[in-house]
């Protein structure tokens, strides 16, 4: 790898996060899809090795962290359904699937630690790191959850090579709060194994969507995501962006009870119905291999 290249390219991508807003003490959640940065680094720097490839990621992961400092924090999604599909979740094993970045902090960093809800949960570094990793939610997107602490710290986030709709996971929490219809409580029953390795039966939860009902994300509306978007660059072929958590509540509540959320999903022939006040829930759980549902 040409050294020199990689320090001018680092200097460069640096500047481009600074100019989104991104500066020492701030809460960051990252969402990214590295593939074809990978693929743009490796013709540009002449990486040739695997070994190269995970020098030039810790390289951008350093880079977030000289930037936000020990002051801030980072926070990297590594998401994963295995829980809801009877496999289990292992603290330290169970693998994200939502990003390379994000799984090469799980398996390579230990400058990082885990939170512990089983399907939603973030490998976090930083000054609330360690409050993060202690938080015991049940629910995913609840209260409780990191989700509600990125709403309270009016953390960022910093999208790299992702559009400002995808990777949007906070409109989950937007939507439990609001109370939407179309969703409900699931409970998750199943196998977890903690950080020290010990394994237990626990029950998380998700506000989950009625498998009858359509929710396409809306992934291409600029001028609805210009409402909430505070910045944006692009850095050599891809997009950068950023944006804070109130704004982005706001206008996702907004849209929610006053639009039938048409800006953030295409619902088909569905509406949103206000009036809809059923109450239910659903238990999942797990024997012999096959899952058995409990509605209310």
Known sequence: MDTQKEKEYLREFKKSICDLGIKSGDIVYVGSDVASVILQAKHELGIASKDEQF???????????????EAGTLLFPVYSWDFCRGKGF???????????LNNYILNKRTDFVRTQHPIYSFMTWGKDS???????NQEAWGEASPFRYLLDNDAKQLNINVGPLRGLTFKHYVEQYVKVPY?????????????NGVTEDRTY???????????????????????FVTASVTFREWEMCSFGYKKLFE??????LNN???????????????????????????RDRELVNKPE
């Open 55 to 69: 020098e030039f990621l810790d390289a951008l992961i350093d880079s977030l962290q000289e930037i936000v400092t």
């Open 90 to 100: 292992d603290h330290k094993k169970t693998q994200g699937e939502v990003g390379v």
């Open 130 to 136: 360690s409050y993060l990793a202690g938080l015991k």
């Open 183 to 195: 969703r409900y409580p699931k409970y998750f029953i199943g196998s977890y194994t903690d950080e």
């Open 205 to 227: 939860s998700m506000y989950v969507r009625d498998l009858g009902i359509e929710e396409n994300p809306v992934r291409d509306n600029k001028e609805f995501s210009d409402l």
């Open 251 to 256: 206008v996702l509540k907004n849209d929610f």
């Open 260 to 286: 039938g959320g048409k800006n953030i999903y295409d619902y088909g022939e569905y509406q949103i119905d206000w009036n809809d006040k059923r109450d239910r829930y659903e238990v999942g759980f797990w």
